[in-house]
Every structure is written in C-alpha cells, then in structure tokens.
C-alpha cells in the first residue's frame, strides 16, 4: 500500500470487522484497519483482489459478503453505485443475511440518497444498523489514510463506528439522518465541478497570455484563489498528466446523483449541469479514466 505519509493509528480496542469492495478506495482503506490491529475479512467480487490483500495484509478473504460479515461488530463497504451497493448488501448472500444482531454496516460508497435511505431501514426492520458515509480525498487519502468521512444515521452507530473508521479517516462527521452522508457527497462533487472548471479555464487563459502559468498559481495560491485542486493539480495539469486521481467516469457517476437529487428538491445546478456536459465531451474524448482536472484538455 503506498503511503508518502505514514499513518499514526490511534489506540483503540480491536474489533471484529469486514470490509466489502477492495477497489482503489476499499484496497488501502481496509488494508488501514488491519494495520490499526482490528481482526479483518475482507470480500471482493473477483477473488483475485482478496487473495491479493491477504498477500498485503493480516486477515482472511470470504466468498460471499454473507459469509465475510459472519461475526463481525462492524461491515464497511466501498462499491461502484447503487446497483452494486444492493447486490452486496441484499439478498441470501449478502452482507445482512451474514451480520449477527446489532452489528453496523458502514457504506462508503458515493451513492443516492434514496438508497441509503433505503438500506438504514432496511437494517432496521432486521435489528441491524446502518451509516452511510461517503468519502472525499481520493486515492491518495485512501492510501495515506486521510479521508474526509461525511456520515447520516443513528448517534449510536456513528459513535461506534468513529474510532474504528479513524484508521483511514482525517475527519469523520454525522450531519444528520439517513442520507445526509451522501447529501453532503454531492455538495462536495458541485463544488468540485465548478473550481477544476474555473481553474482549467484560468490555466488556459494565463497560457495564451503568454504567462509562466507554474509562477501565477504559486503566486495567487498564496491569496484568495488558493484551493486544494489549486495545489494539487495545477501544476499537472499544465503539464497534461492526468494518469491519476478520482476518474471521469466516476465523476459523472456523481454528478448525475447531484442533478438528480436537485430535481427532487427543487435546487438549480446550471454550472454543475454544464460541467457534466464537459465531461462527457473529455469522455469522448477517450477520457474516461483520466482524472477529473483532464477537463482541461477540452479546451486545448
């Protein structure tokens, strides 16, 4: 697992969990709790990524989500889209079937609204416990262990789960009821759209200006127009790497949840709307798995 920043783990008593996706994310974000020294099962559609993170890690690999969560106090999950987050969770092999009473699922998959929403009753109904947290810093926060966790459900589930998710988390908040985590995903995603927006077209510009465009944005990043895509983009995006990151796909994948979460509350989003266009111009482009900053490119 590369980490430039090795992770300092906070004492915390052991706990018996799973962890269920071993994507970009999941892979780092689990391998943390086993190096924080929680007992770890870990479960990934193809097999091939578990034995994989058992050749990385202390823990064990399980077949199905059913049989990985068998025991555990605590089931984190980080899977593509709603869709996958149902076929994990649902259903005779999935991981409700598996967890004892009482146990909490955690999802850190960035997903709708309605189906946490769904989920937490779901967990209810079965004396379960549901927190739906997505995350933001990327994979480089997932490997370094400094995500920034933004969480809707139940005080008590919250306050359980805190300590453990700390192991991969920088900050992890509740900010209300079921769905509020990834409410506040999509806050995060229109922000973002709108400043890898505004920075691309100011790198542009300062360019056919005749500007040393490396010597602007350490001179303005010093003043109001600083950002974290400021800082950690810009200069690679001046010089058009974008061979890593969050991927255009998935950020469409997030900015259609934001529209269409905005037609249900009656939000208007025309920057965000136009900037998923934008992306779509770089998907076709033959970008779907460039970075999120490669919006640049479309105006190149």
Request: aromatic fraction near 8%; proline fraction near 3%.
């Given at each position: 697992m590369?980490?430039?920043?090795?992770?300092s783990?906070?004492?915390?008593?052991?706990?018996?969990?799973?962890?269920?996706?071993?994507?970009?994310?999941?892979?780092?974000?689990?391998?943390?709790?086993?190096?924080?020294?929680h007992?770890?099962?870990?479960?990934?559609r193809?097999p091939?990524?578990?034995?994989?993170?058992t050749?990385?890690?202390?823990?064990?690999?399980?077949?199905?989500?059913?049989?990985a969560?068998?025991?555990?106090?605590?089931?984190f999950?980080?899977?593509?889209?709603?869709e996958?987050?149902r076929?994990?969770?649902?259903?005779?092999?999935?991981?409700?079937?598996?967890?004892?009473?009482g146990?909490?699922?955690?999802?850190?998959?960035t997903?709708?609204?309605?189906?946490?929403?769904?989920?937490y009753?779901?967990?209810?109904?079965?004396?379960?416990?549901?927190v739906?947290?997505?995350v933001?810093?990327?994979?480089?926060?997932?490997q370094n262990?400094?995500?920034?966790?933004?969480?809707?459900?139940?005080?008590?589930?919250?306050?359980?789960?805190?300590?453990v998710?700390?192991?991969?988390?920088?900050?992890?908040?509740?900010?209300g009821?079921?769905?509020?985590?990834?409410?506040?995903?999509?806050?995060?995603?229109i922000?973002?759209a709108?400043?890898?927006?505004?920075?691309?077209e100011?790198?542009?510009?300062?360019?056919?200006?005749?500007l040393?465009?490396?010597?602007v944005?350490?001179?303005?990043?010093?003043?109001?127009?600083?950002?974290w895509?400021?800082?950690?983009?810009g200069?690679?995006?001046?010089e058009?790497?974008?061979?890593?990151g969050?991927?255009?796909?998935?950020?469409?994948?997030?900015?259609?949840?934001?529209?269409?979460?905005?037609?249900?509350n009656?939000?208007?989003?025309?920057?965000t709307?136009l900037?998923?266009?934008?992306?779509?111009?770089?998907?076709?482009?033959?970008?779907r798995?460039?970075?999120?900053?490669?919006?640049?490119k479309?105006?190149?």
């Amino acid at each position: 697992m590369a980490s430039t920043n090795p992770k300092s783990y906070e004492s915390t008593p052991a706990r018996k969990v799973a962890f269920l996706g071993l994507g970009v994310m999941g892979f780092p974000m689990a391998g943390h709790l086993a190096l924080a020294g929680h007992d770890v099962t870990v479960y990934n559609r193809s097999p091939a990524k578990g034995q994989a993170w058992t050749g990385e890690f202390k823990g064990r690999a399980a077949p199905t989500p059913r049989e990985a969560c068998a025991g555990r106090d605590l089931v984190f999950c980080c899977v593509g889209n709603d869709e996958d987050l149902r076929s994990v969770v649902l259903g005779e092999d999935g991981a409700f079937a598996g967890m004892k009473p009482g146990a909490i699922l955690i999802d850190h998959t960035t997903a709708s609204a309605n189906v946490a929403r769904e989920l937490y009753a779901e967990a209810r109904r079965r004396g379960l416990q549901f927190v739906d947290a997505p995350v933001s810093g990327g994979q480089a926060g997932a490997q370094n262990g400094l995500l920034t966790v933004m969480c809707g459900g139940d005080a008590a589930a919250f306050d359980t789960a805190k300590p453990v998710a700390m192991a991969f988390a920088r900050a992890f908040t509740l900010l209300g009821a079921a769905g509020s985590g990834q409410l506040a995903k999509m806050v995060n995603q229109i922000t973002i759209a709108g400043l890898v927006q505004g920075l691309s077209e100011a790198i542009v510009f300062g360019q056919k200006a005749g500007l040393d465009m490396v010597q602007v944005l350490e001179v303005i990043g010093k003043g109001a127009a600083q950002s974290w895509q400021m800082d950690n983009r810009g200069k690679t995006m001046i010089e058009g790497k974008f061979d890593f990151g969050f991927a255009v796909d998935w950020m469409r994948k997030d900015l259609g949840l934001c529209l269409d979460e905005a037609k249900r509350n009656g939000a208007t989003l025309p920057v965000t709307a136009l900037v998923d266009q934008f992306y779509g111009e770089v998907q076709a482009m033959g970008g779907r798995r460039w970075d999120t900053s490669s919006l640049i490119k479309r105006l190149r």
